[in-house]
């Protein structure tokens, strides 16, 4: 059975962080490219985050840039959003999602193919 588990969101005051993880199985890992999406009520998915299938290369929104680091470990079939210098406007549901390409990936998120529960952030101004 393929599964993503997104986890490690939580509240967090305006400049603190956070580190979401998520663990994936039931599919090879190491050839996924895998990324981080955001939504927040009455706005529509938006990329936050990417990586392509080593780590090696990644890109980020404009928004997010400099502030959050994604990462990955595929011995333990895991990807990682570090989010530092947290802004109320970061508060959304955060998904991982993979996608099959080796590359970095996309920012589209109907080109991914699996996704994650997602996991709740908030942060209090």
């Known amino acids: 059975q393929v599964q993503l588990v997104d986890s490690g969101g939580g509240l967090v005051q305006a400049g603190g962080s956070l580190r979401l993880s998520c663990a994936a199985s039931g599919f090879i890992f190491s050839i996924y490219s895998m990324g981080w999406f955001r939504q927040a009520p009455g706005k529509e998915r938006e990329f936050v985050a990417s990586?392509?299938?080593?780590?090696?290369?990644?890109y980020y929104s404009e928004s997010v840039k400099g502030r959050f680091t994604i990462s990955r470990d595929n011995a333990k079939n895991a990807v990682y959003l570090q989010m530092n210098s947290l802004k109320p406007e970061d508060t959304a549901i955060y998904y991982c999602?993979?996608?099959?390409?080796?590359?970095?990936?996309?920012?589209?998120?109907?080109?991914?193919?699996?996704w994650g529960q997602g996991t709740q952030v908030t942060v209090s101004s």
């Open positions: 999602a993979a996608r099959y390409t080796t590359g970095w990936g996309t920012t589209d998120p109907l080109q991914y193919d699996y």
């Open positions: 990586a392509n299938w080593d780590g090696g290369y990644t």
